[in-house]
């Protein structure tokens, strides 16, 4: 398995096979005990061990982890932060593969982990136990008491890999986040698909006063027709 991969993997996932045309279904399993799971049921995925690292890092070669990471530590090597001293919100945690990388490669002191799917907080602390200080499970969407909880983290940073725009956390709800968790200078760093672009972040910085830091344009992935499915990431500073 790959660096983002790294989990022991009990079940035997057999070959990996994907619903023709549309992304719909994902079947896994061994001859004769195949299963069929949605394609975006995070639950059904995060439930088996390595089944999302199998599926979407090697299968579909998912490249937004190493991007959104390495954007957030480039922006703390030049702006001469230590990680150390960093409290960081990971937002749509899943399973902890941005965590675990938010770890090792910039160093982060704190790190608490957010998501709607209890099914990620377990995996988290199945497959990568200690990556989060602590992780909470809410839906931001639907549990707006959420915030003054995390508050109290006094996070310095919120970090979100593959966890934004459709389906996931949309525009206003990752602005409120950051304007009700961060104070001036903290950081982000987030992608957003290319079907959203470019008017997402013609609408995100014109609502949230932020100083770009780094972007990049990457495959975020493979989609199952072969074809690459581009992504955007930024990282910013809140002024
Ligand atoms: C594509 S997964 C990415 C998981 C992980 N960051 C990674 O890169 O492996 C998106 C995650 O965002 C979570 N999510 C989506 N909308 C959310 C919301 N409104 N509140 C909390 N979590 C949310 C989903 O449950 C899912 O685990």
């Given at each position: ?8 993997v009990?079940?035997d996932?057999?070959e990996?096979?994907?619903s023709?045309?549309r992304?719909e279904w994902i079947?896994?399993g ?5 299963v069929?799971?949605?394609?975006h049921d995070?639950a ?11 599926v979407f890092?090697?299968?579909?070669g998912m490249g937004s ?10 922006a703390?090597?030049?702006l ?9 919100l990971d937002l749509?945690?899943g399973?902890?593969i ?8 910039a160093d982060?002191?704190f790190l608490v982990?957010?998501?709607?799917e209890?099914?990620?907080r377990e995996?988290?602390a199945r ?6 200080d602590?992780f ?6 639907a549990?707006p008491?959420?915030?003054?909880t995390l508050a109290a983290?006094?996070f ?5 890999v593959s966890?934004i ?5 949309p525009?206003e709800?990752?602005?409120e986040?950051l ?14 698909s290319?079907?959203?672009l470019?008017?997402f972040?013609v609408d995100?910085f014109a609502r949230?006063d932020?100083e770009?830091?780094?972007e990049?344009?990457?495959?975020h992935?493979r989609?199952t027709d072969?074809?690459?499915h581009g992504?955007?990431?930024v990282?910013?500073?809140?002024r």
């Open positions: 398995m790959g660096k983002n991969a790294d989990v022991s009990a079940a996932l057999g990996i096979a994907f023709p045309g992304e079947e896994y061994p001859p004769g005990e195949r069929r799971v949605g394609f995070y059904a995925l995060y439930a088996v061990p390595g089944l999302y690292e199998r890092y090697e299968e579909l982890a190493d991007v959104v990471v390495g954007l957030y530590a480039e703390l090597r030049s001469g932060r230590d990680g150390a001293r960093e409290r960081v749509g945690a399973s902890g941005g965590g675990a990388l938010l770890r090792r490669e982060v002191g982990g957010l998501d709607r209890p099914a990620a995996a988290a497959d990568r136990p200690g990556v989060y602590a909470t499970v809410a839906d931001l969407a549990a008491g959420t915030f003054e983290h006094d310095t940073a919120v970090v979100a966890a725009g459709s389906g996931h956390i525009l709800l990752l602005a986040t304007e009700r968790l961060l104070r001036p200078g903290g950081l982000f760093a987030f992608a957003v290319d079907v959203l470019p008017d972040f995100f949230v932020a770009k830091l780094g990049r344009t990457y495959v992935r989609q072969g074809s690459p992504a955007q990431a990282a910013a500073r809140l």
